[in-house]
């Protein structure tokens, strides 16, 4: 009798305790290795902290003041932003039309699927590898067949803007297909009768691209262009291969924000401190690229929106 | 008759047949799509393959061929073997860093595998308070930047004495937010409740239960985790770079470590690449598909 009861109390405390039991390895592992780090930047941020040497004396906002003052701060911040921009904005357009002919009943469709998302399976340091061989400025092959055309190689080291196109081209040649797969996908849940009232109404192939399909993707570009801002402005792996010195170049040309964060604090100085003030400044310009993001797609809708009512 | 016709009018008019021929005169639905179409798309997949083969053009050649000719020759040489065995016997690790890449790799998989799909059962399926509100959490947890938490996770690896240890790659990536929210979403609808109750009817335990019921169903979804996290974790570099550094590297660490050394022998190092990309091809050929299918799923729930 009382072992029966023992047994149901057990069984409810199962049912009870169960649920929260399975989801506390996300939660548990997400304090330690993902909340308790970002704050623990703010904390190490506001002290002297060396790599070796360990924490120090509380010295305030010194390390922002520090950084801020530095000519390699504003640097890193244009390269990364010229960069992302570089990467997303030809890469978003480039796949919306890459998906607009996958979305027509092709042959081996699967082949041509799997044909444009072959390059996310290479790494981004054998990309970079790789494109580092056909940008390179000598012997290079963008350059090579620039020359045998007739014109003049193109310092793509030298000039910060030519470097920049040539580390997004790393970008946009990995994740190109992979987005493109994600409107695809999109482009398919818009029903087959819309397109046919808008052909019925006269309009042309253009037309219907522009009218119907691109308005109706806006809710998966809204997704795409705010995972690739919080992944894009981290960026480090293809600048940081895009020499054998992996500093961003002699005059810091293609240094991003990481590759900045990873220099003060693995580099010469071993600053803790400035490393943490970096990644906290770039941790709110990631949030207010998200708000603007955020208020720029809605002013969009609503236009749009409005547009869709006349 | 039908020229001015939507298909679903032609549907109820003449027929399934009539609507699909209405539609394939509209719209490319049903119509083969013309020439040009497949002749942008064979641009597109050049761009995407030639790096590729570029590649492979290289790393069998050597140093001075690849001097002369910038632009190299549409055959492979046959120095490729070789090349890959001076890769990977150069100085830079390439066995260790291959059978690390391997452990964290399958590690990591198997990890946010269990581990997702367990959290995603408990959101799916089971009834406890403030569910809703932590899976939100969860969900946001997504949009932090967690590689800007290097500085102290690099701290706390070094109390715990993990740098250059594997362990300090695979735990933080055990399991991940997106993991959680792709088993959660897959397991609402593949699972019946029914399932579930018919197991705990027969008295088994809550996690005899998940295992017995709801691992099964989640097979489809869990193999397309599993891919995701490998290529993922295969292709991870920042944190192992800074971790794990030059004595215990994975692939794309030792890869680094070969442009830094070897910087002026080009096949060499496009060999290097072959070995350290040739797994993942072949995992892609094999189930690339499903690869295909679980980005275009992701898409329609997310």
């Avoid at chain 1, 699927?113 to 580092?132: D, K, Q, T």
């Avoid at chain 2, 539609?23 to 002749?39: I, M, Q």
């Avoid at chain 2, 990536?173 to 579930?196: C, D, H, K, N, S």
Wanted: aromatic share 12%.
């Amino acid at each position: 009798m009382n072992q029966l009861t023992w047994r149901q109390r057990l069984s409810r405390a199962d049912v009870k305790a169960s649920p929260y039991l399975y989801i506390s390895p996300f939660f548990i592992l997400f304090f330690i290795v993902g909340l308790f780090p970002l704050l623990y930047t703010a904390w190490v941020s506001v002290h002297q902290w060396h790599l070796i040497g360990g924490q120090g004396d509380l010295v305030g906002l010194t390390n922002y003041v520090d950084v801020l003052q530095q000519p390699n701060f504003y640097k890193a911040l244009r390269n990364t932003f010229s960069i992302f921009l570089l990467s997303s904005v030809p890469q978003v357009i480039a796949a919306i039309v890459i998906a607009y002919m996958l979305d027509t009943n092709l042959r081996a469709k699967t082949f041509w699927r799997m044909g444009v998302l072959l390059p996310y399976v290479v790494a981004p340091v054998a990309v970079s590898l790789i494109f580092a061989k056909i940008f390179a400025d000598q012997s290079g092959l963008v350059n090579a067949v620039i020359e045998s055309l007739g014109g003049t190689g193109i310092g793509w080291h030298a000039d910060p803007f030519a470097s920049h196109v040539a580390i997004a081209t790393m970008v946009n040649f990995r994740w190109t297909g992979y987005n493109a797969l994600i409107f695809l996908a999109a482009m398919q849940a818009i029903p087959r009768e819309i397109y046919e009232a808008a052909i019925v109404d006269g309009a042309s192939r253009w037309r219907t691209f522009f009218s119907v399909t691109v308005p109706m993707l806006r809710p998966t570009v809204i997704f795409v262009v705010i995972t690739s801002t919080i992944g894009g402005l981290q960026i480090f792996d293809e600048p940081r291969m895009f020499d054998t010195l992996g500093q961003g170049g002699p005059d810091r040309q293609w240094m991003t924000l990481t590759m900045y964060i990873y220099e003060l604090g693995w580099g010469a100085q071993k600053n803790f401190g400035r490393a943490a003030a970096v990644s906290w400044l770039l941790f709110l310009i990631i949030v207010a690229m998200g708000l603007v993001n955020f208020a720029i797609t809605r002013s969009i809708s609503s236009t749009a929106g409005k547009k869709g009512r006349r | 008759m039908y020229n001015q016709m939507s298909s679903p009018m032609a549907q109820q008019l003449a027929g399934k047949g009539a609507a699909r021929a209405v539609r394939r005169r509209l719209h490319g639905v049903d119509k083969r799509p013309s020439w040009r179409t497949y002749l942008v798309l064979a641009l597109v997949l050049l761009v995407s393959i030639y790096p590729l083969y570029f590649t492979i053009l290289l790393g069998s050649s050597d140093a001075t061929t690849i001097a002369r000719n910038p632009i190299p020759s549409l055959i492979p040489e046959g120095n490729l073997w070789d090349n890959m065995v001076r890769a990977v016997q150069s100085d830079i690790k390439f066995w260790t860093a291959l059978l690390n890449s391997v452990i964290v790799a399958c590690v990591t998989a198997a990890s946010v595998v269990f581990f997702a799909t367990l959290a995603g059962y408990s959101f799916a399926k089971l009834r406890f308070r403030g569910s809703g509100g932590l899976l939100v959490f969860v969900i946001a947890t997504m949009a932090i930047p967690t590689q800007l938490s290097v500085v102290p996770l690099f701290i706390l690896m070094a109390k715990l004495d993990w740098v250059g240890k594997l362990q300090a790659v695979i735990v933080p990536g055990m399991v991940t937010a997106f993991g959680v929210f792709w088993m959660t979403q897959y397991l609402r609808e593949a699972l019946p409740f029914e399932l579930i109750e018919a197991a705990r009817v027969d008295g088994a335990s809550m996690i005899r239960t998940f295992w017995s019921v709801a691992l099964p169903a989640a097979r489809p979804a869990a193999a397309m985790l599993a891919l995701f996290t490998f290529v993922a974790s295969w292709t991870n570099f920042f944190w192992p770079f800074i971790i794990l550094g030059s004595t215990n590297p994975t692939l794309p660490v030792s890869l680094q470590l070969l442009q830094a050394s070897y910087f002026k022998d080009y096949s060499l190092i496009m060999a290097g690449v072959v070995v350290a990309t040739l797994p993942l091809v072949l995992v892609f050929i094999a189930a690339g598909r499903h690869l295909v299918s679980g980005i275009m799923q992701g898409a329609v729930k997310g």
